[in-house]
């Protein structure tokens, strides 16, 4: 991870998100700064407050907990070293750039399917919102 951004705006705080991002952020160690920007809604592109890593919205509208921003960070630092070399084949493609019947990885140009895992993980922290608006 390179960047965190925290968009928020006088009526959507977002303090516990931003605290718990800080908590997560020093439980794994990780020394990245958060730049905190205030937003409207429509500036941002999203439901305030949020959270965006390396320029993608990664949490939108709710305040999820530390350990649950401790695995989306783990996630996505995963994926950025799985992306940043390839170590099957070692030509640094990741599995992604890889052109037709690539001899040392195999994957021949297919994605890791990142953007299911996030879709899945916001469907998650969704369901997860409602259920707990429903039982406050």
Do not use: W
């Not at 640094?92 to 750039?97: E, N, R, S, T």
Request: hydrophobic fraction near 40%; aromatic fraction near 6%; include cysteine.
């Amino acid at each position: 991870m390179t960047s965190i951004q925290f968009f928020y705006s006088r009526d959507f705080p977002g303090n516990a998100l931003l605290s718990n991002a800080r908590q997560a952020l020093e439980h794994l160690g990780m020394d990245v700064e958060i730049q905190e920007t205030e937003a409207a809604p429509e500036q941002a592109g999203c439901t305030l407050p949020a959270l965006a890593i390396d320029g993608e919205i990664a949490v939108s509208g709710v305040e999820p907990s530390v350990r649950e921003l401790e695995l989306l960070f783990e996630d996505r630092e995963r994926m950025q070293e799985e992306d940043s070399s390839c170590g099957a084949c070692g030509t640094g493609c990741g599995g992604m750039h890889c052109g037709e019947g690539c001899s040392g990885c195999g994957k021949n140009g297919e994605s890791s399917g990142m953007a299911g895992r996030i879709i899945g993980f916001v469907i998650l922290l969704i369901i997860l919102f409602t259920a707990a608006k429903i039982l406050s």
